[in-house]
């Protein structure tokens, strides 16, 4: 949980990266998440569940590239820039 003004940076971000991965979960919920490093930078939401309730995530380039990726968008600022 990322809340409370709290900062999160991260040059890479994956939620459920490994195969067994089930129940990963991450919330931000009145922080920040913050995925940023040139062209390279990206959320990458594979086996697991992104909540935004408030606060902002910055990504250069979200990925949901599995079945088992979900992003629930319920408050907040989201910010993408598409393809690297």
Same mark, same amino acid.
């Given at each position: 949980?990322?809340?409370? #003004?709290?900062?999160?940076?991260? &040059?890479? %971000?994956?939620?459920?990266?490994?195969?067994?991965?089930?129940?990963?979960?991450?919330?931000? @919920?009145? #922080?920040?998440?913050?995925?940023?490093?040139?062209?390279?930078?990206?959320? @990458?939401?594979?086996?697991? &569940? /992104?909540?935004?309730?408030?606060?902002?995530? @910055?990504?250069?380039?979200?990925?949901?590239? /599995?079945?088992?990726?979900?992003?629930? %968008? /319920?408050?907040? &600022?989201?910010?993408?820039?598409?393809?690297?």
């Amino acid at each position: 949980m990322i809340s409370n #003004g709290a900062l999160c940076v991260s &040059t890479r %971000f994956s939620i459920g990266q490994e195969s067994s991965s089930s129940n990963s979960r991450v919330v931000v @919920d009145g #922080g920040s998440l913050t995925v940023t490093n040139g062209s390279t930078a990206r959320l @990458d939401i594979k086996r697991g &569940t /992104n909540v935004l309730n408030a606060g902002l995530i @910055d990504a250069r380039v979200l990925l949901l590239t /599995n079945a088992l990726g979900r992003f629930e %968008f /319920n408050g907040g &600022t989201l910010v993408t820039r598409g393809p690297w």
